[in-house]
């Protein structure tokens, strides 16, 4: 049986809205959500393609092979994502406006708020504090 993931970005986030100090399965779950993100708004809503984002499960001990799918419906404040392989899904709320104050912190080429998280994530994972 697959899992579900519901999750909301902005929990992600400390009191200074940037990427709270996590420990390392919390920072990879982070780091994969945001990556899904970032692809969901950098396509055409409503397109439904593979993002080169992999899936993380272990069934069985043995890791899956799937590229996550995942798709932001015009007008939507929903990305919703599955794994073809494995079954495993989610749907990610809070991307919009992670600084908290609904003023757009950072847009994608289609002006879409990529926020702080995106942004503190990206650090992280480049070694910039």
């Known amino acids: 049986m697959a899992n579900t993931y519901v999750t909301d970005l902005r929990h992600y986030l400390d009191d200074a809205e940037d990427l709270a100090d996590l420990p390392g399965p919390a920072l990879n779950l982070a780091m994969t959500l945001t990556s899904i993100v970032a692809w969901a708004t950098d396509h055409e809503p409503e397109d439904v393609l593979p993002t080169n984002v992999w899936c993380w499960r272990r069934p069985a001990r043995k890791r899956c ?13 929903e990305i ?15 991307w919009e406006h992670s600084r908290g104050t609904g003023e757009p912190v950072q847009t994608d080429r289609r002006g879409h708020d990529t926020g702080a ?4 994530v990206s650090n992280r994972v480049a070694g910039i504090s």
């Open 65 to 77: 092979r799937g590229e996550l799918i995942a798709e932001l419906q015009r007008g939507a404040s």
């Open 80 to 94: 919703f994502w599955h794994c073809p392989m494995c079954g495993v899904n989610g749907v990610i709320r809070g």
């Open 117 to 120: 998280l995106g942004r503190s």
